[in-house]
T-cell receptor, first 117, second 112 residues
């Protein structure tokens, strides 16, 4: 089955530690995204990547870093600089990086819940 | 403005009733308006989407109504079922690269 795999599903971290969340897709999608979900705040874009070896900051990139060395992989590192990292993190992908509006449908993974102790 | 404002935050509907969720936007350049459905512990999934050249789109029990002049769009769930209980997000984007702007979500509970 094609889809997006996020791991781990649950992660606990001590303050001051960096953690990396994995996101792998086998949909052959060009674009990949990381969103953060907090209660009452919807989905906020952290980083996105349109092609391999290129990525852009989203609305809340501070304290996060990403890499895109392979088309199918887009890991997110939550650094110790992120002041409030406890959240549900969602990775998504889409088949196109532009063109007509409506052409890009996001496919989401099942998410990773990070808790800082 | 990039915001999409969604209401209500939560909604309880009896089985068989109509669920209505509303969204409003400011950016007139938005030209794609999807709704995503998210079940607990899962990622959101596209439910239905509309473009501003039509005022309504229906897929089964789900209908999007779009009012371009008022810059508002809404999701109607007819004959709501307990299996519809989920969080619903509206979103919007404009031409070119599809950077979706999401609403804050509505948690729907359909009581048996």
């Amino acid at each position: 089955d094609g889809g997006i795999t996020q791991s781990p599903k649950y992660l606990f971290r001590k303050e001051g530690q960096n953690v990396t969340l994995s996101c792998e897709q086998n949909l052959n999608h060009d674009a990949m995204y990381w969103y953060r979900q907090d209660p009452g705040q919807g989905l906020r874009l952290i980083y996105y990547s349109q092609i391999v070896n290129d990525f852009q900051k989203g609305d809340i990139a501070e304290g996060y870093s990403v890499s895109r060395e392979k088309k199918e992989s887009f890991p997110l590192t939550v650094t110790s600089a992120q002041k409030n990292p406890t959240a549900f993190y969602l990775c998504a992908s889409s088949p196109r990086t532009g063109g007509l509006s409506g052409a890009n449908v996001l496919t989401f993974g099942a998410g990773s819940r990070l808790t800082v102790l | 403005q990039q915001q999409v404002k969604q209401s209500p935050q939560s909604l309880i509907v009896q089985k068989g009733g109509i669920s209505i969720i509303n969204c409003a936007y400011e950016n007139t350049a938005f030209d794609y308006f999807p709704w995503y459905q998210q079940f607990p512990g899962k990622g959101p999934a596209l439910l239905i989407a509309i473009r501003p050249d039509v005022s309504e789109k229906k897929e089964g029990r789900f209908t999007i109504s779009f009012n371009k002049s008022a810059k508002q769009f809404s999701l109607h769930i007819m004959d709501s079922q307990p299996g519809d209980s989920a969080t619903y997000f509206c979103a919007a984007s404009r031409g070119g690269f599809q950077k979706l702007v999401f609403g804050t979500g509505t948690r729907l509970l359909v009581s048996p």
